[in-house]
């Protein structure tokens, strides 16, 4: 099977604008989670769908956004850009139906710059 | 609320040697445990994983048994590579349905293997 994959890899954005990145998850999977990398705040979620719904919400302004496609395909969004907003965003997949049990596979992420 | 904790790093080691990387977590619940692994520039990867008390996960020479009574999961490796030079995350997911698809991760520990 194909692995999680993130578009675009890289992004360079300016304050203020917004950006849209892309999670195709593992075929099959049906929940996506999303998770922001960085140096001093380490890995730490922000959403997970499954099945077209938000599941659960990690503790981010409402400018972080995402929904899911029928296809569970996912998209996540920021508006209004900050400086802190530089990161790597990385997806997840998993199948989405045993709970704490189920593996996340994770994919390359999305490299964010903001200037 | 949930936590895990990470020795810190960076862990020097010579190729060859033994690893041990020590991993506590803090859970309302009966969490599943997990390791990672991320190379400069990659995603992560899932290394190994326990879902109850007492399992022990093991993958590509890597082992951690998932202790409850002492809170731990801690890593080990009898002989390092060079290419096991990486960041190490330890992570938790609480089942309930207020946690679904939420990984909770440590400060990640990096791991520099010389030859």
């Known amino acids: 099977k194909a692995g999680v994959t993130q578009t675009p890899r890289y992004l360079i954005k300016t304050r203020g604008q917004q950006v849209t990145l892309s999670c195709s998850p593992i075929?099959?999977?049906?929940?996506v989670s999303w998770y922001q990398q960085t140096p001093g705040q380490g890995l730490q979620f922000l959403f997970e769908?499954?099945?077209?719904?938000?599941?659960n919400k990690g503790n981010f302004p409402g400018r972080f956004s995402g929904r899911q496609f029928s296809n569970s395909r996912s998209e996540m969004n920021v508006s209004t850009l900050e400086l802190g907003d530089s990161a790597l965003y990385l997806c997840?997949?998993?199948?989405?139906?045993?709970?704490?049990?189920?593996?996340?596979?994770f994919g390359p992420g999305t490299r964010l710059t903001v200037l | 609320g949930d936590s895990v904790t990470q020795m810190e790093g960076p862990v020097t080691l010579s190729e060859e040697a033994f690893l041990t990387i020590n991993c506590t977590y803090t859970a309302t619940g009966y969490p599943s445990l997990f390791w990672y692994v991320q190379y400069p520039g990659e995603g992560l990867q899932l290394l190994l994983k326990a879902t109850k008390a007492d399992d022990k996960g093991s993958n590509k020479g890597f082992e951690a048994t998932y202790r409850k009574e002492t809170t731990s999961f801690h890593l080990e490796k009898g002989s390092v590579q060079v290419s096991d030079s990486a960041v190490y995350f330890c992570a938790l997911s609480d089942p309930g349905s207020s946690n679904t698809g939420k990984l909770i991760f440590g400060q990640g520990t990096t791991l520099q293997v010389k030859p």
């Open positions: 769908y499954f099945s077209e719904t938000q599941r």
């Open positions: 075929s099959g999977h049906r929940s």
């Open positions: 997840a997949s998993s199948p989405g139906t045993s709970g704490g049990t189920d593996t996340q596979y």
